[in-house]
């Protein structure tokens, strides 16, 4: 079964620090990726996905993230973070297309970020 | 403004009665979703639908049922609700197909089960 591992469960940073999140899917098939952010009460949202061509994808808000298709990773980035980005990351994976829950997204455990102002 | 609409907001309820969370979709999306939300676990599927007249089991159905009578509609019902059914139960739908389409998320149910 697919599986999604996300490293850090809560980082905290100041503002504009660098960001990097990691995560890492076990299946090595062709997969489509997402990164979700749920902000404090709200429901998830997408952040950014890959489907196929330039690994680098670039998101909403500054994000970007990068598809390694060597190291089953799709790490989410950012330069500079601000107060705004406080909140509750998620990674997620599409796949694989040959079973009947091909459509079905395969969560990470979520990463809480917290940025102090 | 189309998108995903959730009902009730928030439940509190005895263990043992039946409640059915709504909800509804006016994209047009063949697929809908069920997931519950745990703090340290994610996301995890409950059941889903590819299209109107079928469901799937997810990752965890056990004591939850659905049904998929129209493309709109897809309700999560609990027989007979236990503590541990105590979540954030959000809604979602895709376009569907065999494209990794995105999931667009409803505001979620908080239920509480006492």
């Known amino acids: 079964a697919q599986s999604v591992s996300q490293h850090n469960h809560h980082v905290i940073l100041s503002e504009a620090a660098s960001l990097e999140l990691g995560c890492n899917y076990s299946?090595?098939?062709?997969?489509?990726l997402f990164w979700y952010v749920q902000y404090p009460g709200q429901h998830l949202q997408l952040l950014l996905k890959?489907?196929?061509?330039?690994?680098l994808v670039k998101g909403i808000k500054g994000f970007e993230a990068e598809f390694i298709k060597s190291k089953f990773s799709f790490n989410l980035r950012k330069p500079s973070v601000q107060w705004s980005d406080t909140a509750e990351y998620f990674c997620?994976?599409?796949?694989?297309?040959?079973?009947?829950?091909?459509?079905?997204?395969?969560f990470g455990s979520g990463t809480q970020l917290t940025v102090l102002p | 403004i189309a998108g995903i609409t959730q009902a009730p907001t928030s439940q509190i309820l005895a263990a043992g009665r039946r409640m059915t969370l709504r909800c509804t979709q006016d994209?047009?999306?063949?697929?809908m979703y069920w997931y519950r939300q745990d703090l340290g676990l994610g996301l995890r599927l409950i059941h889903y639908?590819?299209?109107?007249?079928?469901?799937g089991k997810g990752e965890v159905p056990d004591g939850y049922s659905v049904s998929r009578a129209n493309t709109d509609d897809f309700p999560l019902t609990l027989a007979s609700a236990v503590p541990s059914q105590t979540s954030v139960y959000f809604c979602?739908?895709?376009?569907?197909?065999?494209?990794?389409?995105?999931?667009?998320f409803g505001p979620g149910t908080r239920l509480t089960v006492l």
């Open positions: 979602a739908s895709s376009e569907g197909g065999t494209g990794g389409n995105e999931q667009f």
């Open positions: 299946y090595g098939g062709t997969v489509n």
């Open positions: 890959y489907f196929s061509g330039d690994p």
């Open positions: 997620a994976v599409n796949g694989p297309y040959s079973s009947g829950s091909a459509r079905q997204l395969t």
């Open positions: 994209m047009r999306h063949n697929a």
């Open positions: 639908s590819n299209t109107a007249g079928t469901t």
